[in-house]
């Protein structure tokens, strides 16, 4: 029978981890974490994703802000703002709202922001200490995945691991964590000869293509955990990058879309917004 990984009581168990961690870090330091959201332009998706992350802030004890600013804002003027909150000693993670209006680019708004307040983990400082294994910011959605697996019991070492997508945010990062848990990965994307049967030999498969259900039932191998990462919005509403229902009948375990990756990936925003400010005062709990 297959187990859907239940990722909205798992991020909950998340969240209040958070919560007692952010507790004992201002009765050790006498300040909450501080988290600061900015958002450039008025795009309403973002606009309920920043309100979002800053509820689930607050909720668990942090303080958190947001920041909109003026589409046409330029790269000067939005580095002038993160260079004041690098210097705010109480913000202890930066997060820029992605997508970004023109002229901005990501990869430039990635380079400014300090590493050690970067909880989006998309950073070159962060990138480069992910890549060489040592301690970082990991991108929030490949830090939630791993959690799903570890609480769905997957044992990832020696594995044959497929990750469907390719990008900074979320395939890259994957995959070097699923090969640090000492499985055999292979990235694949859209340019993938013969994808399916690739897919197909997989025990563990993540996808995050962009595309909705994509990923075919017979592209699953029997017994498979398959890790859905995709949120399109379709004329049947919200679909992942996998056909739920037909890969359900042969995978061992797998995400719904939504209530799978979704809230871990929010989830795990707080987690790198508790590391960050305890890494800053030395806090090794």
């Given at each position: 029978m297959t187990t859907i990984i239940d990722g909205k009581a798992i991020a909950e168990a998340v969240r209040s981890e958070v919560a007692d961690g952010v507790a004992a870090f201002a009765e050790a330091h006498g300040?909450?974490?501080?988290?600061?959201?900015?958002?450039?332009?008025?795009?309403p998706a973002s606009e309920i994703y920043?309100?979002?992350?800053?509820?689930?802030?607050?909720?668990?004890?942090?303080?958190?802000?947001?920041?909109?600013?003026?589409?046409?804002?330029s790269q000067a003027e939005l580095d002038q703002l993160l260079d004041e909150l690098d210097a705010d000693a109480g913000v202890d993670g930066i997060l820029v709202q992605l997508p970004v209006p023109e002229p901005l680019e990501e990869p430039q708004i990635a380079a400014?922001?300090?590493?050690?307040?970067?909880?989006?983990?998309?950073s070159p400082g962060n990138v480069g200490r992910l890549l060489r294994?040592?301690?970082?910011?990991?991108?929030?959605?490949?830090?939630?995945?791993?959690?799903?697996?570890?609480?769905?019991?997957?044992?990832?070492?020696?594995?044959?691991?497929?990750v469907i997508g390719r990008s900074v945010i979320v395939g890259k990062p994957m995959a070097l964590l699923l090969i640090a848990a000492n499985a055999t990965v292979t990235v694949a994307h859209s340019r993938t000869k013969d994808l399916p049967a690739?897919?197909?030999?997989?025990?563990?498969?993540?996808?995050?293509?962009?595309?909705?259900?994509?990923?075919?039932?017979?592209?699953?191998?029997?017994?498979?955990?398959?890790?859905?990462?995709?949120?399109?919005?379709?004329?049947?509403?919200?679909?992942g990058d996998v056909a739920f229902d037909e890969a359900s009948e042969r995978a061992g375990a797998i995400t719904p879309v939504p209530g799978g990756v979704g809230?871990?990936?929010?989830?795990?925003l707080l987690v790198n917004t508790l590391a960050a400010a305890r890494r800053r005062v030395g806090d090794d709990s």
């Open positions: 300040r909450t974490p501080g988290l600061v959201g900015i958002q450039v332009g008025d795009d920043q309100r979002m992350k800053q509820e689930d802030a607050e909720a668990c004890g942090m303080v958190a802000r947001r920041i909109q600013l003026p589409a046409g804002t400014k922001i300090a590493a050690v307040k970067d909880v989006d983990g998309f294994g040592e301690p970082a910011h990991v991108p929030c959605t490949p830090a939630g995945v791993m959690r799903l697996l570890s609480e769905a019991d997957v044992a990832l070492e020696g594995t044959r691991a497929v690739l897919a197909a030999e997989a025990d563990v498969l993540v996808v995050a293509a962009g595309r909705a259900e994509m990923v075919r039932g017979d592209w699953v191998k029997e017994g498979a955990t398959v890790i859905d990462v995709g949120t399109n919005r379709t004329d049947d509403g919200l679909k809230p871990m990936t929010r989830a795990y």
